[in-house]
């Protein structure tokens, strides 16, 4: 059985050049998802992750046994505050954010909910409570990918909001998306690699 792998089929949303920002259009994606707020390296942070994958594993062995395997794609944040400095530099304590993992779409609403409970049968947290199933459609987008340390991101996103979307006419309409392309557990800070994205419209 092949695996369909997001990534790959949507090749153009999970690659962006380094130092360079370019516009894409983002087709609209299913996800599991979690909000929370707060430090993301704090314990709600953490075990709304955990939640994300347990959930996504179970739905995508559910799937397998269905006759459709796939590779569960990396993990993904939408980030935002009251005040969008606040993100830039760095004052996490003010950040709101929602975590999330995307769903081929090939896996309906049910078949996703299913699995929410089978993986709160096998193992019970508040977390796996929180996750939910939704679409997200950003449309134009501007993205980039960033290498290094989480909290190394601030010079690319004030390059971004205070030149590149200005110059270009564009303004921007959602919220600040990030894709984790490594594995944080296994990958050190310097060479991390995270596509920063900006769903943006015309001024």
Same mark, same amino acid.
């Given at each position: 059985?092949?695996?369909?792998?997001?990534?790959?089929?949507?090749?153009?949303?999970?690659?962006?050049?380094?130092?360079?920002?370019?516009?894409?259009?983002?087709?609209?994606?299913?996800?599991?998802?979690?909000?929370?707020?707060?430090?993301?390296?704090?314990?709600?942070?953490?075990?709304?992750?955990?939640?994300?994958?347990?959930?996504?594993?179970?739905?995508?062995?559910?799937?397998?046994?269905?006759?459709?395997?796939?590779?569960?794609?990396?993990?993904?944040?939408?980030?935002?505050?009251?005040?969008?400095?606040?993100?830039?530099?760095?004052? !996490?304590?003010?950040?709101?954010?929602?975590?999330?993992?995307?769903?081929?779409?090939?896996v309906d609403?049910?078949?996703?909910?299913?699995a929410l409970?089978?993986?709160?049968? !096998?193992?019970?947290?508040?977390?796996?409570?929180?996750?939910?199933?939704?679409?997200?459609?950003?449309?134009?987008?501007?993205?980039?990918?960033?290498?290094?340390?989480?909290?190394?991101?601030?010079?690319?996103l004030e390059?971004?909001?205070?030149?590149?979307?200005?110059?270009?006419?564009?303004?921007?309409?959602?919220?600040?998306?990030?894709?984790?392309?490594?594995?944080?557990?296994?990958?050190?800070?310097?060479?991390?690699?995270?596509?920063?994205?900006?769903?943006?419209?015309?001024?």
């Amino acid at each position: 059985m092949e695996k369909y792998d997001l990534r790959k089929a949507l090749k153009g949303l999970y690659t962006a050049p380094r130092g360079k920002f370019v516009l894409v259009d983002v087709l609209p994606l299913n996800y599991l998802a979690v909000d929370g707020e707060g430090d993301p390296n704090t314990a709600p942070c953490a075990a709304a992750i955990e939640a994300l994958y347990a959930s996504s594993y179970t739905l995508k062995f559910m799937s397998k046994e269905r006759g459709r395997d796939y590779v569960v794609p990396p993990l993904e944040g939408l980030w935002w505050a009251d005040d969008m400095d606040d993100f830039i530099t760095r004052r !996490k304590d003010r950040w709101r954010w929602r975590m999330m993992i995307a769903v081929p779409d090939f896996v309906d609403g049910a078949m996703a909910l299913a699995a929410l409970d089978k993986a709160k049968a !096998k193992k019970p947290s508040p977390a796996l409570d929180l996750v939910r199933f939704e679409r997200l459609e950003e449309g134009r987008a501007v993205q980039t990918l960033h290498v290094g340390s989480y909290d190394d991101e601030g010079p690319a996103l004030e390059a971004l909001h205070s030149r590149f979307i200005p110059d270009n006419g564009l303004v921007p309409t959602g919220r600040h998306h990030e894709i984790y392309l490594s594995d944080a557990r296994k990958t050190p800070p310097e060479k991390r690699k995270t596509i920063l994205r900006q769903p943006v419209r015309p001024a």
